[in-house]
């Protein structure tokens, strides 16, 4: 079966072809970074305006990457939520055109179901495990019991870890996106230099919360103003801290809910050090650690077209009157 998946839900426009849930055929991405630099975090009426120029070739270069047409397509899966709505319903109208026109079956697919099914396009990972989905707009756990059944364990109740990242380094100036450029910063500096707050929240939680280390920063920077050197030590010591919370509740998850398997996906589970110390604990805690390549971190539509597979699989197909949605947690299952 070949899925021709769409990803529009913030600010990259996105077109894969899938075969089988798992084999990536091509997977197209533009970026809209150069737009939203100059503002430093996505603007959301730019975004949708930049999503409608690039929808149609970025899904041309998806069937040419592929060398398929849409004769070889047998089905269209798009985001249809979390996510922009001015965003969101560009991918959607496509979705719906193609499916309408050439007379395919037509999922909408869950942004954080697909975060999580990303790995699959690369190996194959047996059910039960703990997955993560840490982004710019999302840090959430849950337990994976199946492609299609995920049960939240705990999420963020302030900022998103990438949105930590960008809002660190935009103060300072190390412009958007942050993550990529505070942790080539952090290189060179002492990631025990300054003990920012770690927030467990209380003791059980598998909540999170990353807005009290930013305000952090910001009285550090102000009663400390830092030379080269110290921005550095900022940039290594902050990294530190937000790497210490994700690890030990993906640990604490796997622990308590007795698995032995973790996932980790979205654009922050691009971050070396968090990989690297999360092998690790695993290692120590024999729990095996997963991390999908940067690539299918980051916001794709590859993802999407292997999450689309499933939920066809499971006879699952939307109408043409789907709607996009902003808000659709994984809480309330995969119906909204
Ligand atoms: O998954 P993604 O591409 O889009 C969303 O769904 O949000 O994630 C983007 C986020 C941004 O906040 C970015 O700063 C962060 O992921 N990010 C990183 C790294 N690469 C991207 N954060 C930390 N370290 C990185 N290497
Ligand atoms: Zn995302």
Redesign the pocket.
Known sequence: MIILAIESS?D?TGAALIEDGKNILSNCLSSQDEVHKWYGGVVPELASRRHLESIVPVIRGALDEAHKSLDDVNGVAVTRGPGLVGSLLVGIMAAKAIAYTKNLPLAGVNHLMG?LLAIFAEQEVAFPFIGMVA????TSLYLAEGFTVFHPLGKTRDDAA??A??KVAKYLGLGY????A??QLARHGDPNAIPFPRAYMAKDSLDFSFSGIKTAVVNHVRAHPPSNDGMADIAASFQEAVVDVLVDKIIWAAQRHKVDKAVVA???A???RLRERLQQRGEETGIQTYFPSPYL???NAAMIGVAGYHLFNEGRKDGLDMSALSRWPLEKGLNP
């Open positions: 913030c990259d975060h982004s710019g707009g999302h990438g949105e990242f960008d996106p942050g993550g990529v505070i942790e979205g654009g922050v691009s971050n070396n971190c980051r916001d």
